[in-house]
């Protein structure tokens, strides 16, 4: 896999259930970043890791969003008791940089959350 | 934290040579200039980078004027595979998020 993956695509819950978004970053890269994108508009951050500490979570909406990457690779990003305004497609991202986040990141597909 | 305005929308036609300009009037003095382009269904895509005078790759062109207050991408004969949208990105110099703020993009639509 030459690519970052995201997995799944497509997750239907309903609302009040948890789920779990898994992104699996480009070999070797050190930053991984999470996206939030509501139809329409732009991605917004929402966390950036390097490697496994978790740098910056300021974009995160609420105590209801969790994310992490315990072996500086894969990383999930977890939403509990899901609600209708967390419908969207999150974008996982990683990057080659260390520290400097201007630096050029890789996109997944996204996985599309619709909360019913 | 650097602020962007880009054209909420853009035409052309297929063959022409097409400009977006993005103001960022607060551009701190070690911020980079970065071009994403998204197409739908899909995660966003880098294009080009740069932080002063003029940036050229083998997909567009960066213009920077001096006080960097503003830059135009340029993208040569476009096609129609060139629909899609474009984001302006400035910042990141500083780690952290500060440079990652996407905003709403300009949706360029190309025409046969």
């Known amino acids: 896999g030459a690519g970052v993956s995201q997995s799944p695509r497509y997750k239907v819950a309903k609302r009040g259930q948890d789920v779990a978004l898994r992104c699996d970053p480009i070999?070797?890269?050190?930053?991984l970043f999470w996206y939030q994108q509501a139809l329409g508009q732009g991605p917004e951050f929402l966390t950036y890791f390097q490697n496994e500490a978790q740098l910056d979570k300021s974009g995160l909406p609420s105590d209801r969003f969790f994310a992490e990457r315990p072996e500086g690779s894969v990383s999930t990003l977890k939403i509990q008791r899901t609600q209708q305004e967390d419908s969207a497609v999150y974008l996982c991202a990683s990057s080659a940089a260390r520290g400097e986040t201007y630096n050029e990141q890789f996109f997944g597909p996204g996985t599309r959350l619709t909360v019913l | 934290l650097a602020k962007t305005t880009q054209p909420i929308s853009m035409d052309s036609y297929e063959g022409q040579e097409v400009n977006i300009t993005c103001s960022h009037n607060n551009i701190a003095t070690n911020d980079y200039i970065t071009w994403y382009q998204q197409f739908p269904s899909q995660g966003p895509r880098f294009i080009i980078q740069?932080?002063?005078t003029k940036v050229t790759n083998e997909v567009a062109s960066l213009f920077i004027p001096a006080d960097r207050k503003s830059s135009t991408l340029s993208l040569p004969r476009v096609s129609l595979s060139d629909t899609a949208v474009y984001y302006c990105?400035?910042?990141?110099?500083?780690?952290?998020?500060?440079?990652?703020?996407f905003g709403k993009g300009t949706h360029l639509i190309i025409q046969p």
């Open positions: 990105l400035v910042g990141g110099s500083g780690g952290g998020a500060d440079g990652l703020t």
């Open positions: 740069g932080y002063k």
């Open positions: 070999s070797g890269h050190v930053s």
